[in-house]
């Protein structure tokens, strides 16, 4: 009798199974997911303000929503020309990373210990190395940021070199400030500090 009903079980399954792709399930769920990642930019520009005004980001950069990373959010813009993807994300507060800490070296170890925290399984940093620090004029704020360089572990002879800068905004509702890092990173041969500028230069706040 229970063979009987685990063989029951497993024929309703297939079944549901088969129908969700027969009746467009399948398509429902992946045209959902790629509106919520990429809806039109007057839509991302009204939804997304805890982040920044992106209204006068040039249409050269694709801006799109990503899934939560670790209990972050996360928004990106891709530039279209080149490839080169820059990614914000909502620390939720100043307490890991805040534009003050970018003012000492002990930003260094910060980002190294946040690096770890948001490294992907498969691609990981090592030998990473600041080379450069600086900071972005936005419309009305001054923005830091170091340039580093590191070795992708997993990837043979990669070299790669990246921006990640700080800023603080209030989200909506909340009490307290929270950082938002701007992260990019690119192969060595292949980086232009342009790109970056180009886009931080427009946001306002």
């Given at each position: 009798m229970g063979c009987l009903k685990s063989i029951f079980k497993k024929i309703i399954f297939i079944a549901v199974v088969v129908a969700f792709f027969a009746f467009g399930g399948y398509t429902y769920v992946k045209n959902s997911i790629n509106n919520y990642q990429n809806p039109p930019r007057d839509e991302f520009i009204k939804t997304e303000r805890n982040y920044a005004d992106f209204s006068r980001v040039s249409g050269d950069y694709q801006l799109s929503r990503n899934f939560n990373l670790l209990g972050y959010k996360k928004i990106s813009a891709k530039y279209l020309p080149t490839g080169q993807k820059i990614t914000i994300y909502d620390l939720k507060n100043e307490k890991?990373?805040?534009p003050k800490d970018f003012q000492t070296k002990e930003i260094d170890t910060k980002i190294n210990n946040l690096l770890n925290k948001l490294k992907d399984s498969f691609i990981t940093f090592e030998e990473f190395q600041v080379i450069q620090r600086g900071s972005f004029i936005a419309k009305n704020k001054t923005i830091p940021f170091i340039k580093f360089s590191a070795k992708v572990k997993n990837v043979p002879f990669k070299n790669v070199v990246g921006i990640i800068a700080c800023y603080s905004t209030t989200n909506e509702k909340a009490k307290e400030p929270s950082s938002k890092?701007?992260?990019?990173?690119?192969?060595?041969?292949?980086?232009?500090?342009t790109i970056a500028q180009g886009f931080i230069g427009a946001l306002k706040f």
């Open positions: 890991t990373i805040s890092l701007i992260v990019t990173v690119v192969d060595k041969k292949a980086f232009n500090l």
